[in-house]
């Protein structure tokens, strides 16, 4: 469902396990930078109003993910912490080329969106299935559902504002990519590395 050519090791379940307070740490600011990124998309594309209700709608579900996780954070009585850099996000966004027409850009920001929701989907089913702590194992079984969804969102936003067949070229060649990024990541306790 998901088209994800490289799936994580699932050893990277053991990994997340053994360092659970860092890999709900990582996970809050990915919830907090998923609703940065529906924000930015209203400010930066206002003029489709479909986006724009879908992704008003968005922010308030990922930042109610932000608030579900740090409670949990809260109480294993650690702190939030600092951000940390997403090389996984980072190697992404240097993929699709700068420039081009907004509506080229709009389609880029769209479709490195559902393949980061789509890994983050793949990660929370291997959370929902491998760990040990029964609520965590029913809490991340819940955000999977919520993430194949918004991986569903923006793709196909991608498809219904650009030309289906090069979106659709795009996507592979984007999906292609990520399987080579991912051959150096899964061994660190956070979710995407």
């Known amino acids: 469902m998901l088209g994800l050519k490289l799936p994580t090791d699932p050893r990277w379940a053991r990994i997340a396990e053994k360092n659970i307070e860092e890999i709900l740490i990582d996970h809050a600011w990915c ?4 609703a940065s990124t529906a924000v930015s998309l209203i400010v930066t594309y206002p003029e489709y109003s479909e986006l724009v209700t879908a992704m008003t709608a ?13 409670d949990r954070i809260l109480a294993r009585g650690i702190k939030l912490g ?15 080329p700068k420039g081009g027409s907004r509506l080229t850009q709009l389609i880029h920001r769209l ?10 989907c793949e990660r929370f ?3 929902s299935e491998q760990l ?8 991340y079984r819940q955000l999977m559902i919520s993430e194949a969804n918004h991986y569903t969102l923006f793709l196909n936003f991608a498809r219904q504002y650009g030309e289906r067949e090069i979106v659709n070229k795009k996507w592979q060649e ?3 990519f990520e399987a080579e990024v991912m051959k150096d990541l899964g061994k660190k306790e956070s979710i995407h590395g």
């Open 31 to 34: 919830e907090q930078k998923a």
């Open 58 to 70: 968005l922010v308030r579900e990922e930042m109610g993910h932000f608030k579900m996780v740090h």
């Open 82 to 96: 600092w951000d940390r850099k997403d090389e996984y996000v980072l190697q992404l966004r240097e993929f699709l």
């Open 111 to 120: 479709l490195i969106a559902a393949l980061i929701e789509a890994r983050s």
């Open 125 to 127: 089913r291997l959370l």
């Open 132 to 139: 040990e702590d029964k609520e965590l194992r029913d809490f």
């Open 174 to 176: 984007l999906l292609d």
